[in-house]
Structure formats: C-alpha cells, structure tokens
C-alpha cells in the first residue's frame, strides 16, 4: 500500500448526539482503506444519525471525525471533497435529466465540465440508464432514480462512500448493478460505509458489520467475530444479528 | 404565425388586460379621497402607515413559510450540504431570492394603487416603490429571526407546523382585527372607515411629530431634492 495513503479513511471518536434522547452515545468507529463497511441495527438505533455527522450534514455534541487524517470537523469542506453520500431517499430534480442532474452536481465538487461528462456517460452507461439519459428524472421509476442518485455519488471519484439503505426499493437487477459498482469502487481502493436491513447484502459485501442499539455498538467484526460475540455457532448473519439483539436487550435488563 | 409565438402574443396580452383592469380597480377606490397631492394630514399618514403595516405582516407571513421551507425542508439540502459548496453561500442565494420573490409579489399588488396615486397625487408617491422594497427586506428579516427563534425554543420537528401556524396568524390578525374593530365602532366592514374616523385621529401623533420622519424623504422627492431616493430606499 502507497505509505501517503492513511491506514484509515474513517477515524470516529466518542461521536455523541442527543435530541430529545442520546441518538449516538459515545461512538469510536474505525474504517480501513479499501474496506466495505456495514452498520446493522434496528430502527432508530442511530446509524443514519451516525451516519450524517461524518457527512457533515449533523453537527455532533461531542467527538472527533477524521476522514483520511483530514479532520471533518475543523475542515469540513476539504472533508466533503473526497466523500460521497447518499441517503436513502436522494432528492433528484424532477425537470431535470440525469445528464443534467450529474451535470449539476458535478459543478457543486467543481468538477472539470468536460471531464465530468465523459466520467457522467461512464456512469450511466455502468449503471445501465443510456437509454433514459435524455428524459427528465420525474418519468424515472425508484429503482433508476436511486441509481441516477448512486451515478451522482461517484461523480468527483470520491474515496469515501457513505451510503444510508441504497438497497431499499431497488428491483433484483438493479441491487445486482449497484453491488457491483460498489465491489468495483472498493476493488479501486475506496472505502464504503453502508447502512442496510438487507442481511444478506451485508453478509455478502462487508469486510466488517458493526451492530448498533441505542447509539452504541453491541458487536463489531467479520461475520466469525460476530456469531463468536454472540455465541450462535455457525448461523448465517441473520441468525447472529437477532442473537445478538436478544442477548443485548437481555443485558440492559438486567442493568435496569 | 408560430403556436409558441401565438401564445406569448396571447400571455402578453392577459398581462395588460389585468395591468388594466387592476389600476382600473385602484381607481375606482382611490378618486373617491380627493386631492391626493395635498400635503399629508393625519388622516392620511394614519391610512397609509395602517396599510403598510398591512403589506408587512402579510410579507413576514409570506416569508415565514418560505423561510420554513428553505431552511428546515429536507428537499435538496441534503445534496448540497453534503458537497463542498459553503453553506453560506447557499443560504445567502435562497434569502436573496426569498427576498425577490415577497417583494415582487408585493409590489405586483400594489403597483396600481401607487401609480393611479402618483398620477393623481405627484411624483412623491413613486417612493412607494422603494418604502415596499425595503419593508420586504425588513418582513424578511424578521421572518428568519422568529423562524429560527421558533426553531431554537421548541425544536426542529414542530418549528414548520408552528411557523405556518405563526405566520398565518400574523397574516390575518391585522386585517381582520382592523376589520372587527371597524364593525364594532361604525357598523361597516371599512377598514379606511376606521382609520379616518374622529375617535381614532385623536390617538394618531401630530403631523410634526418625529414618529412620522419617515415619511421626510418621500415628501422631499416632491421638492426635487436629490438625495431623498437614497433615503426613501434606507427607510
């Protein structure tokens, strides 16, 4: 590995946020370079809050966010320049074409306008929207509008990709593409962070899966340190995660 | 003839004939109050600060649910946000633009009025243009400080139903408040009926009182005194 390049593309340290309760309660999250990482939980758990204060989206209570060594906190903007987010219902202009759309988008990153374009029809054409790369958004179905979005992410080559469910409403097809866009991104050397309720996916893409409940990680590992934490044998994620839900609110039972 | 040019033609021509027929209407309300190019008496100051305050609480209004939407709706902020864009260049576009819009709409309204005025009346009234400019920028202001007071006291999730709650109060309390207090007093739903009465005027400050300055500039346009403009607009 290049000896510039930091170990670690996401450094997250004691990450807290409450509203009306603690959304994320002292949070230390590590993300390798070039890994796949997924956050599981259930609902309200705060993996999206998580989620949007490394994208600078929430400003935190407490805490410390360093993306490549560059402190999100301090330097938010040169933080955003190498990363991608998209949530899990990205507002795409309706009167707008995806060309049109990635053209915006690429002027928000300030992306050279023609490198932009080549790298705009590569895209579209990986994401499989040729033929509707011409019609206005608002005629798109979910599906295509979430890759439009996705096409939008990887625009200004980012090397952290932060992604809130960008499974959720995606056809058999679609969820393939995307997976393999994602694979292909990280096999370049970028990392991902991806929240999901899809187990499968999970099982199958992440390096690592970190379980929260209650703004706090219950587990955290490979698929092996997670069925050992949660003391399932040879389960599949799914078996694992709802052990590990299960043993988890049995503890904090017993602590209340 | 092409049917794109036909219906610009057919557009333009909507837009006169309501140009029209709303100085039309100012007309018809405005010929009744005589001369309008005498100086102005209490009666008439009254009249006319009680519409400006009119304009301006339906522009905070106007703009408090504008406000609501362009800071506190999700929409495309997430996009832009999370992009190296600087958030204050974001907001400072949408204000300006919130500020264009609200001052548009509300000199679209009262251009009628102020013309047929100017017109009848003299030149000094054309200030008016400036004095609901700024009051846009003043209703403005005031919007984004009761929204993000509003969003600061009770939070983010019930500021947009409080704001649109707030600004429709303040819409509407003025003029129908007026209205009411016309229908209690005199029996008629006038409201200039109760702003030029008897019992109202001996409450409203004498011609020479400072509260009235501002009306200074605009009666110095009428004697061609070049810096008033600069006043009008600073008012």
Same mark, same amino acid.
């Given at each position: ?21 603690? *959304? ?57 320049? @190498? ?44 994401? %499989? ?13 979910? %599906? ?8 939008? *992410? ?39 962070? #991806?929240?999901?309720? @899809? ?5 199958? #893409? ?25 003391? *399932? ?24 | 003839? /092409? ?55 339906? !522009? ?57 005025? /100017? ?17 846009? !920028? ?95 607009? /600073?008012?």
């Amino acid at each position: 590995m290049d000896q510039d390049v930091p170990s670690f593309a996401l450094e997250v340290r004691g990450l807290t946020k409450s509203f009306e309760k603690p *959304a994320v309660d002292g949070l230390d999250l590590s993300v390798r370079t070039g890994e796949f990482y997924t956050l599981l939980g259930p609902n309200g758990a705060g993996k999206t809050t998580t989620l949007r204060m490394i994208t600078g989206l929430l400003k935190p209570d407490r805490g410390s966010i360093a993306v490549f060594g560059i402190d999100a906190l301090a330097d938010p903007v040169a933080a955003k320049q @190498i990363t991608a987010w998209l949530s899990e219902e990205p507002m795409i202009y309706d009167k707008l074409t995806p060309m049109e759309y990635l053209e915006f988008v690429a002027g928000l990153w300030s992306v050279d306008s023609r490198l932009a374009a080549a790298r705009a029809r590569e895209l579209i054409g990986w994401l %499989g929207l040729e033929t509707h790369a011409n019609d206005r958004c608002e005629a798109l179905s979910r %599906g295509m509008r979430q890759k439009v979005a996705l096409a939008g *992410a990887l625009l200004h080559e980012p090397r952290l990709i932060i992604l809130d469910e960008p499974f959720t409403g995606l056809d058999a097809g679609s969820a393939r593409l995307v997976r393999s866009v994602l694979r292909e991104r990280v096999h370049a050397g970028c990392s991902v962070i #991806m929240t999901t309720h @899809i187990l499968d996916v999970a099982e199958r #893409m992440a390096d690592r899966i970190g379980v929260m409940v209650a703004g706090r990680f219950l587990a955290e590992g490979n698929l092996d340190d997670l069925r050992r934490q949660a003391g *399932a044998g040879d389960g599949d994620l799914e078996d694992t995660f709802l052990t590990l839900l299960e043993t988890g609110a049995a503890k904090r039972a017993v602590v209340a | 003839m /092409s049917g794109r040019r036909r219906s610009v033609r057919r557009a333009a021509l909507g837009v006169i004939a309501i140009a029209l027929f709303l100085h039309g209407f100012a007309y018809l309300v405005l010929h009744r109050y005589g001369d309008l190019s005498r100086p102005p008496d209490q009666r008439m100051l009254a009249v006319v600060t009680a519409m400006l305050a009119l304009y301006g609480s339906l !522009m905070v209004s106007q703009a408090m649910e504008r406000v609501t939407r362009a800071f506190y709706g999700r929409t495309d902020l997430d996009l832009i946000l999370a992009s190296p864009v600087a958030a204050w260049r974001l907001f400072a576009v949408r204000i300006g633009a919130i500020a264009v819009t609200i001052a548009a709409m509300s000199l679209a309204l009262a251009a009628p009025f102020i013309d047929v005025l /100017s017109w009848f009346g003299g030149v000094r009234w054309l200030a008016a243009y400036g004095v609901i400019a700024a009051l846009a !920028m003043v209703g403005l202001a005031l919007a984004m400080i009761l929204t993000v007071g509003l969003f600061r006291t009770i939070g983010p999730r019930r500021t947009r139903l409080c704001a649109q709650i707030v600004a429709a109060i303040i819409g509407a309390s003025f003029a129908i408040g007026v209205q009411f207090a016309a229908i209690l007093s005199y029996g008629t739903p006038s409201r200039v009926a109760l702003l030029q009465s008897e019992a109202l005027t001996k409450y409203v400050p004498d011609v020479g009182s400072i509260l009235w300055w501002p009306r200074a500039p605009c009666s110095a346009i009428c004697s061609r005194s070049q810096p008033s403009w600069a006043l009008v607009l /600073s008012c």
